[in-house]
T-cell receptor, first 112, second 112 residues
């Protein structure tokens, strides 16, 4: 069983749509959850960082963690063509200086 | 905005050759990492480095790999004898405090 599973997509939506991106994981030791955005041929860029179950909102982005189901989500409201990228979930067992385990990434395409 | 810089952006090498990938982390950061991403695969942890020594490494990081911070600014990844399966995008990342890893744009390694 893979540690972190993420649908690779692509997910195609029209501009303005609400986007839902998801990851499941198997290791209950993961405590910290992140979403990274990666544009083509660029390095990952941190979007959201959460700890424990619940929601966290930052502008158009909302991260949701359900540790009982081992399921995390990223919602993007009012999606823009500039949001077109690959979204990677990542998680770690400890805060701070801990290695990250990544999902494979979901490619999102937002059409104007 | 401070950033992690990596050189070269792309290197092509013959199997069995030594390769050195270079990174300049953000200047006040203390923790350094190498990750790699084989085309179409997930980002994978290779090694973390703190206080001039390796703090953690994955099973990918075998005796063919080494890291060094020779002069207090550069952080290098050396692959002693490259194999075809070493072809990947290699990302350097640095971290000052808990939470955010800042990734460079990556060095693409192609082994022929």
């Amino acid at each position: 069983q893979k540690e972190v599973e993420q649908d690779p997509g692509p997910l195609s939506v029209p501009e303005g749509a609400i986007v839902s991106l998801n990851c499941t994981y198997s290791n209950s030791a993961f405590q910290y959850f992140m979403w990274y955005r990666q544009y083509s041929r660029k390095g990952p860029e941190l979007l959201m960082y959460t700890y424990s179950s619940g929601n966290k909102e930052d502008g158009r982005f909302t991260a949701q963690v359900d540790k009982s189901s081992k399921y995390i989500s990223l919602f993007i409201r009012d999606s823009q063509p500039s949001d077109s990228a690959t979204y990677l979930c990542a998680m770690s067992m400890n805060s701070g200086y801990s290695t990250l385990t990544f999902g494979k990434g979901t490619m999102l395409l937002v059409s104007p | 905005e401070p950033e992690v810089t990596q050189t070269p952006s792309h290197q092509v090498t013959q199997m069995g050759q030594e390769v050195i990938l270079r990174c300049v982390p953000i200047s006040n950061h203390l923790y350094f990492y190498w990750y790699r991403q084989i085309l179409g695969q997930k980002v994978e942890f290779l090694v973390s480095f703190y206080n001039n020594e390796i703090s953690e490494k994955s099973e990918i990081f075998d005796d063919q790999f080494s890291v060094e911070r020779p002069d207090g600014s550069n952080f290098t990844l050396k692959i002693r004898s490259t194999k075809l399966e070493d072809s990947a995008m290699y990302f350097c990342a640095s971290q000052q405090g808990p939470r955010e890893l800042f990734f460079g744009e990556g060095s693409r390694l192609t082994v022929l």
